[in-house]
């Protein structure tokens, strides 16, 4: 007896600080706006049930403390969707909980996502060159998603997230399986789905992937 006792009472102490980590998204309600599983309905804010797939804990660290807006027409689900300004007045944490919920955003992880972006040699300039071209007129991507020209000037359309700081935002593991099919995550999402072949695919992903906001010119 006193030995289960004593059982019980370590196991509340060793499972305890997981147990309140767990807890502080649902205390904040983050889930008011944001789909926290799968089957959810689409929210108006962007998934997070990927968070630990999709984001760099720096990135995401900052952008609790100090959110900005990456999609300036709002989501695809806001009710005021490219009918004018989007007003993003997005909870700010203190950098204590910023840190603990990083840390839960960053256990929440898609299955099944191999990374097939370790061992990719740099673009070379000719690629860069190449990509940009597919970027902006082959697909078209400009005319959704903000991005940098050759001279480091950001041009592009605003009905998607923005990609011009997405090199310090996004894992490049993620981006390839996006590219690849963005309604595994969500059948919702605006994104069309793309034959690209694996080629074009993960040198679009490594293009993306030297989007930064250092640099614009
Ligand atoms: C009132 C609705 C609302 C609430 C509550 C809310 N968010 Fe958001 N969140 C949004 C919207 C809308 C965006 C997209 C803003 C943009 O891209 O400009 C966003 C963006 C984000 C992003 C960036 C996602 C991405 O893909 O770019 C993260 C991370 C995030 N929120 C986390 C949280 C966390 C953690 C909480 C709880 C503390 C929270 N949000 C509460 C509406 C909300
Ligand atoms: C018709 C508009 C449209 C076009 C064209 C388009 N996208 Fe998107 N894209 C979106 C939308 C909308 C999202 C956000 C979807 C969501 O979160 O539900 C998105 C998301 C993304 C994301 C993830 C960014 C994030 O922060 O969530 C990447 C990367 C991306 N697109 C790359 C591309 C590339 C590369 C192309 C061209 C091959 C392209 N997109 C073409 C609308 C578009």
Not at 20 to 28: D, F, P, R, V
Not at 91 to 115: H, Y
């Amino acid at each position: 007896m006193k030995n289960i006792l004593f059982l019980l009472i370590s196991l509340f102490f060793i499972l305890s600080p997981v147990l309140s980590n767990a807890s502080l998204i649902e205390e904040k309600k983050c889930s008011v706006c944001h789909r926290l599983s799968k089957i959810e309905v689409a929210k108006i804010g962007p998934d997070l049930f990927y968070a630990g797939n999709k984001f760099q804990p720096t990135w995401l660290l900052q952008y609790l403390q100090n959110p900005l807006t990456l999609r300036k027409a709002g989501t695809g689900f806001n009710p005021g969707f490219l009918k004018g300004e989007f007003n993003n007045s997005h909870p700010v944490l203190s950098k204590k909980d910023a840190i603990q919920i990083s840390q839960e955003l960053m256990t929440m992880i898609f299955p099944n996502m191999p990374d097939e972006t370790s061992n990719l040699k740099a673009l070379s300039k000719g690629q860069i060159a190449k990509t940009k071209y597919e970027f902006e007129r082959t697909f078209s991507c400009i005319s959704c998603h903000q991005s940098l020209n050759l001279a480091g000037k950001p041009r592009g359309g605003i009905s998607g997230p923005s990609l011009i700081d997405a090199g310090n935002r996004l894992q490049a593991s993620w981006v390839a399986h996006w590219l690849k099919n963005p309604k595994m995550f969500s059948e919702e999402n605006r994104m069309p789905i793309y034959k690209m072949d694996d080629e074009t695919r993960l040198r679009f992903t490594q293009f993306i992937m030297a989007l930064k906001k250092e640099n614009v010119r």
